[in-house]
């Protein structure tokens, strides 16, 4: 018996401690060995092109249910926390914001994940990836030596828009937190006769008109008498123009600010909006909360077993955060054959295995006897 990426996966899926080689070999009986395991781990084909491979069938199959409605794809990057293991590049220190206060930000050690979800329907489904792996570099001026990144993020998400327009992924709007809400994302998004949907924040300068614009005159968008309306205006490095609007929101439960009224200022590409358009589409993008693995310790990290794993190595570490990503898939198509919540899948797991070990304990407890 050897290790495959579907067993594997079964095994990320139906474990609810630490997975490890070992593990799921005692898990079959020694069928397979740990090295065998090992092995399967460190020869792992794992890019994103073997992830579209994988989600490929499961997206055409939610296009076709769709029919005519078209879904959206949602840019974010999440970090899966490493705090206990050494430095390497891929795990390392990064820059993230507060959950509930995105204008303060602190640093915490692990892997940075970029990633592109397409979202139809109840569908939440990773398309497109790019783990974030930094060098060393040695700092001059500072006298010191600090990890730094080859690639932006920015460019390591108009590279996986290109595979995703190539791939012929159906979709309409990309939605974005205000890192990538900027004029050259905005450019190329628009070269493909797409729209983007993104927060923007609220030290923007825009200009309320053409001759402002010519004339130099801008201004923040927190100056502008929005108060729940659209307005058109001009940005810098853009010709045409976008709408933006604001949005008053109550603060989630349990946050530091529960209760309390936020504002969240959205830009808009596509002048055919209405304001109820533009929130609700933007609203969509939570529905990547599910998938991410950031603070809020969600599927991918929980059900996945994305964090679980006491992987040393840089290449082990992202071939196990890749059949991470194919366990959420399979998770996704449970959801739909299902009906239920992943949470929900897990917890049934769960129970059953509980259910198993009970029934164990009662026979070992007539052994006794």
Known sequence: MKTTLDLYTDYLLSSFGATTATGLSSLLDEAISHDDVTRFVHNLQADSQALWQQVKP???????????????????????????????????????????????????????LVSLVL????????????????????????RK?????????????????TICLRNQLAFTYVLCDSWYTNAENIKHILSANKHLIGAVKSNLEVAVSLPDKKAGKFVKVSELPLELGLQQVYIRQLTQ?????????????????????????LLATDLSLTFQQIITTYQRRWGVEEYRAANRHKSVKQNASAAKVPLKTI????????????????????????????FALKTKLYLKATQAAFKELQQLKLNLA
Request: glycine letters at 4%; a positive charge.
């Open 58 to 112: 499961v997206v055409r199959q939610a296009e076709r249910a769709a029919g005519a409605l078209t879904g959206c794809l949602i840019v974010d990057d999440s970090i899966i926390e490493k705090a206990y293991t050494d430095e390497n590049g891929l795990i390392s220190f990064h820059r993230r914001a507060t959950p509930y206060d995105h204008s303060k930000d602190r640093y915490v050690k692990g892997i940075n």
């Open 119 to 142: 979202q139809i329907e109840t569908l939440n489904l990773p398309v497109a990836y790019e783990l974030v792996v930094k060098t060393l570099r040695c700092e001059l001026k500072q």
């Open 145 to 161: 030596v600090c990890w730094r990144s080859e690639r932006t993020k920015n460019e390591m998400f108009r590279d996986m828009f």
């Open 241 to 265: 123009p976008v709408l933006l609007c604001k949005d008053i929101f109550i603060n989630e439960v349990g946050s530091p600010s529960d209760g309390k009224q936020a504002v969240q200022y």
């Open 315 to 342: 290449t082990t570490q992202a071939n196990h955060l890749f059949a991470s990503l194919c366990a959420y898939i399979k998770l996704e198509k449970l959801k739909l054959a299902q009906g239920m919540n992943h």
